[in-house]
């Protein structure tokens, strides 16, 4: 029995002690665009097996990986020694998957139209980004050189860094001691699943034989064989044109490789039978056959199988303009599929084509996508910002709701014209109909009125990338006025002394401070009693800037039936008597205490 470190029992120390180190969540990638053939379960862990139907040549598709779990991930495709034999691409073949993130994968196979190569098959490694980080750190660990070369990973080095590891930086997500028994961890984490390619038949192209060569050829039975006669009207009727069901049904039948001579098979009697036409009729009806959406928009159209037999669909567009899911499929006799597509946001006008390919026809579908104006990403709960009047050297206060109407996170900006006007915070983010509060300062040095703009931008922002100002700036006029403390004390009635009892008062209206040598500092304080029978806030106006008198408060609170000191700091820089004044403001009401020194 193992004991924690330290700790005795029966008067005998264990200094054994086990440690169990972990990071909690785990990634969960998950394949999109895929048909799934086969799923198997070993212990915990879940295998499936794809499969990806090619129906042209060159054939290219496009998947995507979804992490789906709360930590980083990664992806490694592996296409083996079939990469130049079968002309297989797969871009990007490993990278790292953030918790909620998607990446689409292309592949290309550029097959030749005569056949001969095999379908290839591809095997995908997923897993959670910690354990090959561990792994990578543990094989530097002596005594892991019997796990280097396991078969199972296929040759493949999972040590090389992936495209973003440096961006991630998930190597610091766990720094502890690690084992050798460490790097397991990497292979029961570590999901192998496999993805076949099915490709299309192709037509089979055979030289015409009469009628003799395809008797004796396969060896029919010379009773049935036909007469001379016969032969004519039956070399004659082969010369018309065939019913289109009929030239479909002969594509199926089996062919035999003649084994005569060369010089057999051109013989002069021969008929010249024309190759069949392709067949103009169609299986498929687009519901509509005109496509017309705004960029970033959607609409959806239907695909109906007129015919009593099932047909397969795939679909051609530009990836740059356009988003189609579903891409490709099958429909059962008379049956729907309703497809969606969305066009790309942020371009401009466009005009193309989606082309529809089943079983011996292409359809097409015209799309058009028409651009949106840019619109403003910000709303304002007001336009025009009041503050009022300020004492020349003191600041106002003031606020306008900046809000997020529209459904992607957005970066926005303030600037203010050159003024008396300033903001505390010029730039900030907004989510999705999140609001925010931006406070606004007014602080006058000249008197009269002053007028600002605010030009407020935004732009929305996707994965990390710099986007551009989506829309005009949305402009704030910001107005105030400025007054010297004479100006503001000659304008306001003249304020009635408070006695105690049922207001605020200040026990003395004139302070004395005792006489101050030049560039010294005394302090006197000035007492403010509150009989209102309620809590005030009583704010203290600024002493103008020229006067040797300064307070360190701007703003005090005196409880109900309470008093309170201000001490108020006198340093003379000229010789003789000053004066000034300190004015207390609460609720709309003033007083006002007269502060007197003499400087030596």
Not at 20 to 40: F, K, P, Y
Not at 337 to 348: D, E, L, M, R, S
Not at 541 to 558: G, R
Request: aromatic share 6%; glycine share 8%.
């Amino acid at each position: 029995v193992l004991k924690p470190q330290g700790m005795k029992v029966g008067g005998k120390s264990f200094k054994a002690s086990i440690t169990l180190c972990g990071v909690a969540g785990s990634s969960n990638i998950q394949v999109e665009g895929l048909e799934v053939v086969e799923t198997s379960r070993c212990q915990v862990v879940e295998t499936k097996r794809y499969q990806l139907t090619y129906q042209l040549f060159p054939a290219k598709k496009l998947f995507r990986f979804r992490n789906v779990g709360d930590a980083t991930g990664f992806v490694r495709i592996n296409s083996g020694e079939e990469v130049l034999q079968n002309k297989l691409y797969i871009t990007p073949s490993a990278f790292l998957l953030g918790a909620g993130c998607t990446e689409e994968v292309v592949i290309s196979f550029l097959a030749e139209e005569d056949g001969g190569e095999c379908p290839p098959s591809v095997t995908i490694f997923t897993g959670p980004e910690l354990v090959r980080q561990v792994m990578k750190r543990a094989r530097l660990l002596p005594g892991v050189s019997k796990l280097r070369n396991n078969p199972t990973l296929m040759g493949i080095n999972f040590t090389e860094n992936f495209a973003g590891e440096e961006v991630t930086k998930t190597m610091e997500e766990y720094i502890g001691q690690l084992t050798v028994g460490d790097e397991k961890s990497f292979y029961q984490k570590t999901v192998k699943q496999l993805l076949s390619f099915t490709l299309p038949d192709r037509p089979v192209e055979f030289d015409q034989l009469v009628v003799e060569e395809t008797l004796s050829e396969t060896r029919i039975d010379q009773s049935i064989a036909l007469p001379l006669p016969t032969r004519h009207r039956a070399v004659t009727s082969m010369t018309h044109l065939p019913h289109p069901s009929s030239a479909r049904q002969a594509d199926h039948l089996p062919v035999h490789q003649s084994r005569l001579p060369a010089q057999v098979k051109r013989s002069p009697f021969s008929p010249q039978l024309p190759n069949s036409p392709p067949t103009t009729d169609t299986h498929l009806l687009l519901i509509p056959a005109h496509l017309s959406l705004s960029s970033g928009g959607e609409a959806i159209f239907r695909l109906v199988n007129q015919s009593p037999h099932p047909v397969h669909w795939d679909l051609s567009w530009p990836s740059s303009k356009l988003s189609i899911s579903p891409g490709a499929g099958l429909l059962s006799p008379h049956g729907q599929a309703v497809v969606c597509v969305q066009a790309v946001p942020g371009q401009a006008s466009w005009r193309g084509q989606v082309s529809v390919y089943s079983d011996n026809s292409v359809d097409s579908l015209e799309v058009l996508v028409t651009a949106v104006t840019p619109s403003t990403c910000l709303a304002v709960s007001t336009d025009k910002v009041e503050f009022g009047v300020t004492v020349l050297g003191s600041t106002t206060t003031g606020s306008i709701m900046l809000t997020n109407p529209g459904l992607e996170l957005v970066q926005w900006k303030a600037q203010v014209s050159p003024s008396f006007f300033s903001l505390p915070q010029c730039a900030g983010l907004l989510n999705p109909t999140q609001s925010l509060s931006l406070p606004l300062l007014f602080k006058p040095a000249a008197p009269g009125s002053h007028t600002a703009s605010l030009s407020l931008t935004a732009a929305p922002v996707r994965g990390g990338q710099d986007m551009a100002q989506s829309g005009p700036p949305v402009i704030v006029t910001m107005m105030g006025t400025g007054v010297s403390v004479t100006e503001a004390v000659s304008t306001l009635p003249k304020p009635q002394i408070k006695k105690s009892g049922g207001t605020v008062s200040l026990e003395s209206e004139l302070v004395m401070f005792p006489d101050t040598k030049l560039g010294e500092t005394t302090v006197s304080k000035v007492k403010i009693k509150n009989r209102s029978g309620s809590d005030q806030a009583v704010e203290i106006l600024p002493i103008p800037s020229a006067s040797p008198f300064k307070t360190v408060h701007s703003v005090l609170e005196v409880k109900n039936q309470c008093y309170c000191t201000v001490p108020v700091q006198f340093r003379p820089m000229a010789r003789g008597e000053h004066t000034s004044i300190v004015i207390f403001r609460w609720e709309g009401n003033m007083v006002r205490a007269t502060l007197r020194g003499t400087g030596l």
